[in-house]
T-cell receptor, first 114, second 113 residues
Framework: SAVISQKPSRDICQRGTSLTIQCQVDSQVTMMFWYRQQPGQSLTLIATANQGSEATYESGFVIDKFPISRPNLTFSTLTVSNMSPEDSSIYLC???????????FGPGTRLTVT | DQQVKQNSPSLSVQEGRISILNCDYT??????FLWYKKYPAEGPTFLISISSIKDKNEDGRFTVFLNKSAKHLSLHIVPSQPGDSAVYFCAALVGGSQGNLIFGKGTKLSVKP
């Protein structure tokens, strides 16, 4: 397993601003993922971030809105840009493992946009 | 359109009894299924998984059953304990080990002493 931390744990932001969420892992991992959980909804994958390559975004998510950095094998950031109230969600990072395929999740960042 | 469905948003059981959480899916290409448990203010924690080539996997008090013909899986917890109270997410993997997890909306389990 891996120990994953996220900063900040929660934030309240104003419309039109941006927030960068950090994800730190206690071991080197190849695959990192960013998810969003809107109120009452399931976890939805935003993008996959592998070190050394551009992030791969899922349908409905774009780099301009959710830029991701992956500078090394233990760290990644997700920025939520030009925020609106619809971006109010819990944002979670996770890391992949070798098979059987399980992902380990960070504690999440609860974002509220006013 | 949701590919992984958990139709019961909540479930309440008595301590010591069996908890059965259900999950339905629509995509026959899913090759691996996982259950996660989530406490408030924490990230989801991996609980148990099952490959699509199996119909049962057991780990202590937790057993997952897979019925491929019905595209249905269930998580059995027996005996249920108050510490099991959490939100349980069913997830499906598509695309092999480099694939994505698709989650259901979760079922909130309450185990009453």
């Amino acid at each position: 397993s891996a120990v994953i931390s996220q900063k900040p744990s929660r934030d309240i932001c104003q419309r039109g601003t941006s927030l960068t969420i950090q994800c730190q892992v206690d071991s080197q991992v190849t695959m990192m993922f960013w998810y969003r959980q809107q109120p009452g909804q399931s976890l939805t994958l935003i993008a996959t971030a592998n070190q050394g390559s551009e992030a791969t975004y899922e349908s409905g998510f774009v780099i301009d809105k959710f830029p991701i950095s992956r500078p090394n094998l233990t760290f990644s950031t997700l920025t939520v840009s030009n925020m609106s109230p619809e971006d109010s969600s819990i944002y979670l990072c996770s890391v992949g493992t070798s098979g059987p395929y399980e992902q380990y999740f960070g504690p999440g960042t609860r974002l509220t946009v006013t | 359109d949701q590919q992984v469905k958990q139709n019961s948003p909540s479930l309440s059981v008595q301590e010591g009894r069996i908890s059965i959480l259900n999950c339905d899916y629509t995509n026959s290409m899913f090759d691996y299924f996982l259950w996660y448990k989530k406490y408030p203010a924490e990230g989801p924690t991996f609980l148990i998984s099952i490959s699509s080539i199996k119909d049962k996997n057991e780990d202590g008090r937790f057993t997952v059953f897979l019925n491929k013909s019905a595209k249905h899986l269930s998580l059995h917890i027996v005996p249920s304990q108050p510490g099991d109270s959490a939100v349980y997410f069913c997830a499906a993997l598509v695309g092999g080990s480099q694939g994505n997890l698709i989650f259901g909306k979760g079922t909130k389990l309450s185990v009453k002493p």
